[in-house]
């Protein structure tokens, strides 16, 4: 009796399982229809904003339950731009990204929450070498279908970080105090997933 019951098991299990694997899509990220920006303090008296422009990523998508969802997303960090050509060349430079050393900002989600009508993306962040789990709130735009038959979702979503827990540790004082760059960092994301026709 027991032999049957789970043979029995795992003949459901067997069945289910393609069920499983349809469940998630892969979704690529539109790059061209995509921005990941960033805001800093500066002399504590203005923001400085910048994008990092080239970047790449996927998301494993269940449009059903957004909650059994995933994304990875790439970002080239020698890219970061703040249009100014000065300040970029000391954002790639030991003391901020270190980009010769650590030439890959990356994140992989590892759960997806809901949170009343919105939802939380929760993973890990590695900047310079060092990995931190965050937590973004995102709103979710769509899906919808294009003109070409691709099916589109926009994510969208804000995070602040301490640059310090990251290794980011340029801490240049004012005479007045507080210092030359805020350590609070805001992350903002627009991202423009799609899911080809074929």
């Not at 010769?100 to 759960?111: G, Q």
């Not at 789990?133 to 899906?143: H, K």
């Not at 038959?149 to 969208?156: A, C, E, F």
Request: aromatic letters at 6%; charged letters at 25%.
């Amino acid at each position: 009796m027991r032999t049957r019951t789970v043979s029995s098991l795992f003949l459901l299990l067997s069945l289910l399982s393609p069920l499983a694997a349809r469940a998630t899509e892969t979704f690529e990220i539109d790059t061209g229809h995509s921005h990941i920006g960033f805001g800093v303090r500066h002399m504590a008296v203005s923001t400085v904003r910048g994008s990092f422009p080239e970047f790449s990523g996927s998301a494993q998508v269940d449009l059903e339950n957004l909650k059994n969802s995933s994304v990875e997303v790439t970002i080239a960090a020698a890219s970061v731009d703040t249009s100014h050509e000065g300040r970029d060349k000391d954002l790639r430079d030991e003391a901020f990204f270190d980009v010769e050393n650590h030439p890959e900002i990356t994140f992989r989600s590892t759960a997806v929450e809901r949170r009343g009508e919105k939802l939380v993306v929760v993973g890990d962040l590695t900047i310079k070498g060092v990995t931190k789990s965050v937590r973004m709130p995102v709103e979710i735009a769509g899906p919808i279908e294009d003109p070409w038959g691709n099916t589109r979702l926009g994510v969208s979503g804000t995070l602040t970080i301490d640059r310090t827990d990251f290794g980011l540790n340029y801490n240049r004082l004012l005479e007045a105090g507080g210092l030359v760059v805020g350590k609070d960092v805001t992350i903002e994301i627009d991202i423009e997933l799609m899911r080809g026709a074929g």
